[in-house]
DNA sequence: GCTATAGGGGATAAATTTATCCCTATCCGA
DNA sequence: TCGGATAGGGATAAATTTATCCCCTATAGC
């Protein structure tokens, strides 16, 4: 994993939850864990549009952070199942609270955060 | 303004939220305004870590998503002030709980955060 | 003329995050 | 024996975000 050469700041709740939801696929993961989607194959299937690679790293610091469980089962095949911890349980009402906001505002959302890729007609009409 | 090359993905209301929430510091320029904090310099003042430049950049992605609108007074010196739109105002009980959250396990996730940084003994003990 | 105030922005570097590519290992079935 | 499924990781490139540096506007006051 990148090393980072700049602490972060740690001074109030904002800055705390940012530091473990910031990440691409994190609240993603979270969420179909909390659907019962355990192993990494099936959550790479849920979020194909992420490499397994980078899945890897997200699920190993949010293992990391305590929010989610790795159980590994010595079989062959190797099988993995992740779970939510109770302190990644906490985190799920919260999350619910981002998906509703989202879901409430898709139509304005969608225009606004699409003005940032119509810029510059340049030379068609 | 950097012209991304990906298109995101907005899918969900997750997706929806993330692409006006992420950036380092727009939720506490968002929050800031809420509380009263109206022009550059203030924000700039609640806002040490981040240079100014950083500050307008953001402020002005929250601009186009409408969630902050910007008075200019035609005085001198300048006076710019910025206020929450009505949809900006519905994200703050969001906030709100991000926060909350964050502040309720305030010790556990300043401990998890700083795992990270704190790698590596190397030669010390 | 110089400095301060208030707001802004271009160019570029640095940091950080994501994505790509490729390789390891085991067992099953065709 | 080859291919697929399962899980994982190193090395490196590309994308993206943040930070730095320096400059501009206009007016008031000394």
Redesign the pocket.
Known sequence: M?????LPNLDCGLDLIAEVL????KIRLLWFINEGHK????L?RKIP??????L?????ELEEQELIS?E?FPV??????YSLTEFGKTLIPVISVLGQWGDDHEERLKRVIMKRYESEPENGN
């Open positions: 990148y090393e980072r050469k700049i910031y990440g691409k696929w192993r990494p194959s099936q790479q549009d992420a490499s397994r690679r980078v890897n790293i997200q699920l190993k790795k590994i062959v095949p190797p099988k993995v199942e």
